[in-house]
């Protein structure tokens, strides 16, 4: 069996060389924004990496926790990219951002990931606009799980069983992040975050997830930021293997946007993931 199933982040500095040396990976990720025009040199990269790639697109600024709704330009322009590109994938946050300064003033985007609250309330606010989203692009869509710095008072519903629920009724499927979950239980002092980690992966009902995020984190001041700028953590690898016994071999991903380093550092990261997924797999029960 082959376990080649880790993609990478195709970022701006990888462009050419990507295309130059097309690796053997399964599949590139690139943010779904950075591709709204509708031409010009970074849309004809994209096309040019399709004719070699599967391509996921993983967007920031959908806000589907918003209660002001979607907004309509970025769902047609997200719409129209998936018409031209024909996605693996397509996926966004679990995330609010979208909000009026004040009553009757118009809708401002914060342009920030902000985490919503988990109630019953929100969860009908989120299934309501992730199915404007498959409906408007006819087909269901990837929702990932955050890392966030704060919380809300009115927490209601445990986040695995937020997501269980948002999936069942919605049809979406969970992107699930396990940087953030490792990074989320440093934040809040677990006492084990790799145990607390893994318990939010086993909360979750496996025919939900559809990818798996690695990435790296930045835990060199008082709060741990998931900034994406460096090699997967070893934590992060227990738990995904965790994650792999749990779930089986999944499709996943290494994330690093910032401080990039050279594609064959991220292909290395790559390789270590499909180990990672050959070892755990190989030792399942038949």
Request: proline share 6%; charged share 20%.
């Amino acid at each position: 069996m082959k376990y080649g199933r880790t993609g990478i982040g195709w970022r701006h500095a990888h462009e050419r060389e990507l295309l130059e040396r097309r690796p053997d990976v399964p599949f590139i990720e690139v943010h779904s924004e950075n591709f709204f025009a509708d031409g010009g040199a970074p849309l004809a990269l994209l096309a040019a990496a399709r004719e070699h790639y599967d391509v996921s697109l993983h967007g920031v600024g959908l806000a589907l926790g918003s209660a002001a709704g979607l907004d309509a330009w970025h769902l047609d322009r997200l719409s129209a990219l998936v018409r031209r590109t024909e996605p693996l994938r397509v996926s966004d946050h679990a995330s609010f951002a979208r909000a009026p300064r004040r009553h009757g003033a118009p809708v401002l985007h914060a342009s920030d990931l902000l985490p919503v609250a988990f109630t019953r309330a929100s969860l009908e606010l989120m299934c309501a606009n992730v199915q404007r989203v498959q409906d408007r692009l006819q087909r269901p869509i990837g929702v990932e799980n955050l890392s966030s710095y704060l919380g809300w008072a009115d927490d209601a519903m445990a986040e695995a069983d937020y997501f269980n629920q948002l999936a069942q009724r919605s049809g979406c499927w969970l992107l699930l992040d396990v940087n953030n979950l490792v990074v989320n239980a440093l934040n809040a002092k677990s006492v084990d975050p790799v145990a607390a980690a893994c318990a939010f992966v086993d909360a979750i009902k496996p025919r939900h997830v559809g990818e798996i995020h690695l990435a790296g984190y930045d835990d060199s001041g008082e709060l741990v930021i998931d900034d994406h700028g460096s090699r997967v953590h070893p934590p992060v690898w227990q738990v995904y293997a965790h994650a792999i016994g749990r779930l089986g071999p999944m499709p996943t991903l290494i994330e690093w946007d910032t401080g990039l380093p050279a594609l064959d550092v991220l292909l290395d990261e790559a390789a270590k993931a499909d180990r990672v997924i050959s070892r755990v797999a190989q030792a399942l029960p038949a």
